[in-house]
């Protein structure tokens, strides 16, 4: 009745530090909502944190569910940007895609491609593959399901 028998939620983490770890991560991150203020870029730990809405493709419910999450990636050398200024990021974007392309090993540019007003992207060029995702709550109800028209 009000949950009490209800399995507690385990929380996602996964560490991605090869190719093949960042496909999965690129399908639970499909669709995930931001705002712009939820990027953070610390240039003295090399590390780019976005705190996401991810929408649960994992569950299968009728109801549509989210639940919060935090992507962080570390080991980064270079960053760069379209239609995305991290001093003054836009409001309301989804994640589309995340893409990863081999450098001179063990180097990859990792690409960020969001959905929004800006259709922005970042591509983050890294020594290593150095990528945390973990949840930071329980799914809860979502509004709306993920529409892509073609």
């Known amino acids: 009745m009000f949950g009490f028998f209800k399995k507690p939620h385990k929380h996602l983490r996964l560490l991605a530090q090869n190719a093949e770890d960042v496909l999965p991560l690129a399908a639970l991150l499909q669709d995930a909502a931001l ?44 960053l760069k940007s379209r239609g995305f200024d991290l001093a003054k990021p836009p409001h309301g974007m989804a994640l589309l895609d995340l893409s990863l392309e081999a ?30 995702f973990m949840d930071l709550a329980a799914p809860h109800r979502a509004r709306s399901t993920p529409n892509h028209p073609l």
Do not use: W
């Not at 953070?40 to 639940?67: G, K, V």
């Not at 180097?107 to 945390?132: C, H, M, P, Q, W």
């Open 103 to 132: 450098l001179d090993a063990p180097a990859y540019v990792v690409g960020l491609t969001f959905a929004g007003k800006s259709a922005a992207e970042l591509r983050i060029e890294v020594e290593a593959l150095d990528i945390l």
């Open 35 to 78: 705002r712009g203020d939820d990027v953070h870029y610390d240039q003295r730990s090399r590390a780019l944190t976005l705190r996401m809405n991810r929408f649960c493709h994992e569950h299968q419910s009728r109801q549509p569910l989210r639940a919060n999450c935090a992507l962080q990636i570390g080991s980064i050398t270079g």
